[in-house]
């Protein structure tokens, strides 16, 4: 567990999953929850020094309550990232921790080396409106995957055989955190912003995603400048579990395109 003062701000104590040496890679979870040691994660750590927060207000990490909006988020990470030493970070960020690397990459341009954005939110698109995430739970199981869901999907959740009810809590306080940044829709001005980031982008989108359109992910690219965007065939909006393979070859190798040799 990581403890952070932000000046005028709060304290936060925050649980990282660290794994892997060389360059520094930050990941921003998605709204339900942090992965823990998911698979592409630890392969992504094969090369590069990964360093996954769990955000405040999700699992054991605290200070939620000093989140007024999103740009307290970015301010968040950045104080963060240089509390570990770093003054340059590539960033990788999932669903809301899409958003999140994106306010970031506007916040501190000088932080963000290379920013990739996996079937993020952050936008509304009113000729085709995503779905709720916080609506019916079997639909949005279903509108999550193109084929049948993971037995046990990545987590970092550990369940307590003397706490029946651990991991219904556990969901009820992530997803209550999310909504302060997704209802009643997912859009904080971002659209705005984006325009600013001049970090190289690589939008990364599962073309079965049934809680975001492909448009949205072909939005993000039209606003940032000089994005790209790959669309992974049979995934939905969890690309890095559904195609593991094809995730971490597309993300290693822009990654990779940057690097100093």
Request: no cysteine; glycine share 10%.
């Amino acid at each position: 567990m990581t403890t952070l003062e932000i000046p005028h701000v709060g304290t936060f104590d925050v649980d990282v999953w660290e794994q892997g040496s060389g360059e520094p890679l930050l990941y921003l979870h998605g709204y339900e929850r942090h992965p823990g040691g998911a698979g592409f994660l630890t392969r992504l750590a094969a090369d590069r020094r990964v360093l996954a927060p769990e955000q405040p207000g999700w699992g054991r990490s605290t200070g939620f309550e000093a989140f007024v909006d999103v740009h307290d988020v970015a301010l968040f990470h950045r104080e963060l990232v240089g509390s570990w030493g770093l003054d340059r970070i590539d960033v990788v960020g999932h669903s809301l921790g899409g958003m999140f690397a994106a306010e970031l990459a506007v916040l501190a341009p000088q932080l963000v080396r290379r920013l990739v954005l996996v079937d993020a939110f952050g936008l509304w698109l009113d000729d085709e409106p995503a779905l709720d995430p916080f609506g019916p739970a079997d639909e949005v199981a279903a509108a999550k995957w193109h084929g049948e869901p993971p037995e046990r999907e990545p987590t970092n959740f550990v369940p307590d055989p003397a706490d029946p009810h651990g991991a219904s809590l556990f969901s009820a306080r992530n997803l209550g955190s999310a909504t302060k940044f997704m209802w009643p829709i997912a859009d904080r001005g971002l659209r705005r912003r984006l325009p600013l980031v001049d970090a190289p982008t690589l939008v990364v989108h599962g073309a079965s995603d049934g809680l975001l359109p492909v448009s949205y992910a072909r939005e993000f690219t039209r606003l940032i400048p000089d994005a790209r965007l790959t669309v992974l065939p049979e995934a939905g909006h969890y690309p890095q579990v559904e195609q593991e393979d094809a995730f971490v070859s597309v993300v290693g190798e822009f990654l990779a395109a940057g690097s100093v040799s």
